[in-house]
């Protein structure tokens, strides 16, 4: 007796698991068809896309130059620096950034110690960058010739600015906010002639 109601629970449970399966097949479609269609939009910003992984390589100034002779837009650094050495990641995407390691860092190293500067290729940068500044929290500082740049005071460490008919926003990157903050304002951040 046990044997056979152990059987008809068995197959009256079958049709329930088809059901439910199938439920979950579509349920699944879906959100993978939601994905690949929000991924092919343009409402999110280019350098926030995907990350790409990239090897950190130290490089020379005279590399820097070099790189950024052949981009077209213009690549961004805080300049020279004595006693620091140029970490270069090209991430893909229009995406590089240059980090300021001393002797003793290797490239590559994972903490957010270092002095950065991420250059992002992206359409309508200016724009993108002043409507960042309008989302609840985030503070907006003018720069001369009409820059904007937008941090958001719980996370101070990070200053993007853009200028206008700018084909790049620029990321700078600070241990200390009020270095990152400083750095921009007084335009020590420049692109690499």
């Not at 090897?55 to 961004?76: C, D, K, N």
């Amino acid at each position: 007796m046990l044997e056979d109601g152990t059987a008809v629970a068995r197959t009256r449970a079958l049709p329930r698991v088809r059901v439910g399966a199938i439920v979950a097949i579509g349920v699944a479609a879906a959100l993978v068809t939601w994905l690949v269609m929000r991924s092919g939009s343009n409402t999110k910003p280019e350098a926030q896309a995907a990350p790409v992984r990239a090897m950190p390589q130290l490089v020379s100034p005279t590399r820097l130059r070099a790189l950024a002779a052949t981009l077209g837009y213009p690549l961004y650094w805080a300049g020279g620096q004595s006693g620091m050495r140029y970490e270069l990641t090209e991430a893909g995407g229009g995406r590089t950034y240059i980090r300021y390691l001393p002797a003793n860092v290797r490239a590559g190293d994972p903490r957010a110690r270092f002095l950065a500067v991420g250059t992002y290729a992206v359409r309508d940068a200016y724009a993108q960058t002043q409507a960042a500044g309008e989302r609840p929290g985030a503070v907006t500082l003018r720069l001369p010739l009409a820059g904007v740049a937008v941090y958001n005071p719980k996370r101070p460490t990070s200053v993007y600015f853009a200028y206008p008919d700018s084909k790049v926003q620029v990321e700078v990157y600070a241990p200390n906010g009020r270095v990152a903050r400083q750095l921009v304002v007084t335009r020590q951040v420049v692109p690499i002639r």
